[in-house]
């Protein structure tokens, strides 16, 4: 597991994580922010005034209405990176990560407004009778063109290569992370193994998915609004029960966006970079904006109007990130979870040795946190390391989740392990039925799970992440089949379809029981494959889509 890690990772820091990625992804909101003249604001309340159905008139085209469009797009934002999302960008980039989502937020919702308007124009009917769009629609027919030169051929190529890292984000983001933080979640609350997890859900959806959009969206529109009321409930009562908190914590991610986070409690530090990269890419991953997934789900509206379809986009960044993340970084920051540490069971490549005796002390905290920023690395341990009575014998500190971690025990079948267990470079590599526990800090799921815990309900406050996980991930997954079978239909046809869902059930059976830190990885590199070639379409058809934008209300101002 970590051999794989480190290669993906090693992938990644190319792709999703890389700086040039990161800053195309912000580059190309804030372009599309001041060439259309800021529409996230000026057109915010015709959006909801859409969303409610003003302007619908009977008898078009599509599958969904404006409002189950919505709800399926969010359904398959609203998910992880809400609650373990948010808590990963945290504990990796501290409280400022989370000014960096909000900003990739705020232009995220130009991009989206754009990347949905352009991909409904060209959207197309199906042998089935459904409708089918997405950026690979509109890069196989647009007329794309730079600087007066034509990029047709290109496009076309965009559109295959597209539809390609749209079937394999749907197993990286809305299906692996879904279920196995859905599992995690779940163990850490009810104790029920993973396995179990998986095989129940793994039923379910594919009974969902098998009714295609039809019954897809009559569940999403119910599922969404119910999960959203859970999930606030329980945010706003450890918000109010932490209610001095609050201004400090919402003075703290704005104060260090760009002297970092300096030590604090278990948190050992972060950098500009780290919550720059880690924020930016934790709100690509919660809200999706340049990534073409929701232009697919907003295909299936019944509206002749692209650009009325794009104005319902431009709420969704708004909900999935500004309100709802904000909402979770609150709970995280006011109770101050996020800098505890928990007695936890050590994911193994969260685990590194440092092949030195360290003592938390504020000299060697910044040691370590030179060493996990890789600026002045610390000699990690090679060879076998020796447990005695469940304790390391070896003068070496353990590093687990970013922080020193204490009351470290070794167990195997819960009794105290006695043996060995080999390192290379700091990593370990664990004998079957081997679990190294102790005091760290958490991330992800649990840490959100751990702060839900410290408001008015108490130890109840746990069951409302795990139900929220559950519900919120479930209907992510759901949402993202659809993506993958309208991606599969254009590739190789609608006969092809069945044989996706079947690997896509299969998979998220799998993903239930593999270590959270690899999954993120693969959810990391398929959002960069799936995001480049659409905002290379987007920023080719920038001209057409002003142009649109203007026929639009030129049309609504001339309306009977």
Known sequence: MQELNSYLESINSYVGEADWFLFLLLGTGLFFTVYLGFPQIRYFRHAINVVLGKYDKKGEAGDASHFQALTTA????????????????????????????LVTAFFGMTTKFVEVTLSHKYREKTADGTMAGGPMYYMKHANFKLFNLNFNGVSKVLAVVFALATILSSFGTGNMPQINNIATSVKTTFDVDPIITGSVLSVLLALVIIGGIKRIVKVTEKLVPSMALIYFLGAFSVIFYNWENVLPSLTSIFTNVFSGTAVTGGFLGAGFKFAFNNGVARGLFSNEAGQGSAPIAHAAARTEEPVSEGMVAILEPFIDTILICTITGLVLLSSGAWKDKFQNDFATTDIEVIAKVMEENPENQRAVFRHLEERELLPDYNGDLTIKDGKFVDDVTIIHARSFAENVRV?????????????????????????????????????????????????????????????????????????????????????YVIIYRIFYVIAFFIAAFVEAKIIWTIAGITIALMTLPNLIGIVMLHKEMKSTVGDY??????RD
């Open 74 to 101: 969010l359904s398959g934002t609203v998910g992880t990176g809400n609650i373990g999302g948010v808590a990963l960008a945290l504990h990796i980039g501290g409280p400022a990560a989370l000014f960096w989502m």
């Open 553 to 558: 209300w030129e049309k609504f101002r001339n």
């Open 411 to 495: 167990t195997k079948d819960g009794q105290p392990y006695n043996g060995t267990i080999p390192a290379e470079d700091g990593d370990v590599s664990l004998p079957d039925g081997v679990v190294v526990s102790g005091k760290s800090l958490v991330h992800s799921a649990p840490l959100t799970t751990q702060a839900f815990r410290l408001g008015y309900l108490g130890d109840w406050g746990k069951y409302i992440v795990s139900i929220g996980m559950l519900l919120f991930a479930f209907s992510t997954a759901i949402s993202w089949s659809y993506y993958g079978d309208r991606a599969t239909t254009f590739l190789f046809g609608n006969k």
